[in-house]
């Protein structure tokens, strides 16, 4: 029920579904506070538009992808005794494998960049992710297709039970106690990074970090294209307004 709960407490709070809610609700108002609905319908416009900006989702995201890639030299000697990766959800019902469900593009990039961090490093890998929405497949055993079906190793340990990331950590400090692991190395996107490791910090581990999925650009395109609404510069906005409030809800829920 709670991870219903928080999906609809995404699409109200985020974009675009905040400025539709506000389009709406001035709507209703314009009968009665016809200024004050007019108001809010604009506002609800301009913020829409300014959100979906590629300029202001790539500021956003400056704030949030802070953590750096991983050094070399955590690779070549590491200090690490497990890599853990994060699950990035999945594709219910794939229609080219027969309508089961599959990893997702967020997932796949997580494992691609894993699978490159366990040959050099020859760490073995806890790959983390349950089934928040009454799936029948945990997003682990998914994860472990990836790997199983392209010939390589299978990961030592499958976290199957987490419904989000706070769990991930509860779930994984628990597997990974057993087998005396204290550091690790983390997988997930650059944007969820800092609060993955607050998560897994909070539960005793020394995480040194190995973002993936940097959306940052190094160089703004130009600037007319960086001011023209864009689907990928409203996903841009939406993703780093996401990590935010998640940061905020997980102190807030977990302290």
Same mark, same amino acid.
């Given at each position: 029920? +709670?991870?219903?709960?928080?999906?609809?407490? +995404?699409?109200?709070?985020?974009?675009?579904?905040?400025?539709?809610?506000?389009?709406?609700?001035?709507?209703?108002?314009? =009968?009665?506070?016809?200024?004050?609905?007019?108001?809010?319908?604009?506002? #609800?416009?301009?913020?829409?538009?300014?959100?979906?900006?590629?300029?202001?989702? /790539?500021?956003?995201?400056?704030?949030?992808?802070?953590?750096?890639?991983?050094?070399?030299?955590?690779?070549?000697?590491?200090? #690490?005794?497990?890599?853990?990766?994060?699950?990035?959800? =999945?594709?219910?019902? #794939?229609?080219?494998?027969?309508? *089961?469900?599959?990893?997702?593009?967020?997932?796949?990039?997580?494992? =691609?960049? *894993?699978?490159?961090?366990?040959?050099?490093?020859?760490?073995?890998?806890?790959?983390?992710?349950?089934?928040?929405?009454?799936?029948?497949?945990?997003? *682990?055993?998914?994860?472990?297709?990836?790997?199983?079906?392209?010939?390589?190793?299978?990961?030592? !340990?499958?976290?199957?039970?987490?419904? /989000?990331?706070?769990?991930?950590?509860? /779930?994984? =400090?628990?597997?990974?106690?057993?087998?005396?692991?204290?550091?690790?190395?983390?997988?997930?996107?650059?944007?969820?990074?800092?609060?993955?490791?607050?998560?897994?910090?909070?539960?005793?581990?020394?995480?040194?970090?190995?973002?993936?999925?940097?959306?940052?650009?190094?160089?703004?395109?130009?600037?007319?294209?960086?001011?023209?609404?864009?689907?990928?510069?409203?996903?841009?906005?939406?993703? #780093?307004?996401?990590? !935010?409030?998640?940061?905020? !809800?997980?102190?807030?829920?977990?302290?």
């Amino acid at each position: 029920m +709670e991870s219903y709960l928080i999906a609809v407490a +995404e699409a109200l709070l985020l974009p675009p579904g905040l400025m539709i809610a506000m389009i709406l609700l001035g709507v209703v108002l314009l =009968r009665r506070w016809y200024h004050t609905g007019t108001l809010l319908m604009i506002a #609800a416009f301009v913020l829409l538009i300014a959100a979906s900006l590629p300029a202001v989702g /790539n500021r956003l995201l400056y704030f949030v992808e802070v953590i750096p890639p991983i050094s070399g030299l955590e690779l070549e000697k590491p200090r #690490a005794g497990a890599i853990v990766v994060l699950g990035g959800g =999945r594709r219910a019902g #794939a229609p080219e494998y027969g309508g *089961a469900d599959t990893a997702s593009p967020a997932t796949l990039a997580r494992m =691609r960049y *894993a699978i490159r961090l366990h040959r050099r490093s020859r760490l073995p890998l806890l790959l983390s992710g349950g089934s928040p929405r009454g799936a029948t497949v945990p997003e *682990a055993e998914l994860m472990q297709q990836v790997l199983t079906e392209a010939g390589l190793e299978p990961a030592r !340990w499958l976290e199957r039970s987490s419904r /989000n990331t706070w769990e991930a950590a509860v /779930n994984s =400090r628990a597997v990974l106690g057993t087998a005396g692991v204290d550091t690790i190395i983390l997988v997930t996107d650059a944007a969820h990074m800092p609060r993955a490791r607050m998560a897994f910090a909070a539960q005793g581990f020394t995480v040194v970090p190995a973002p993936t999925g940097f959306h940052t650009e190094a160089q703004l395109r130009p600037l007319g294209l960086a001011l023209l609404p864009s689907a990928e510069g409203l996903a841009d906005t939406r993703t #780093a307004l996401r990590e !935010w409030l998640g940061q905020l !809800w997980y102190r807030l829920r977990y302290g």
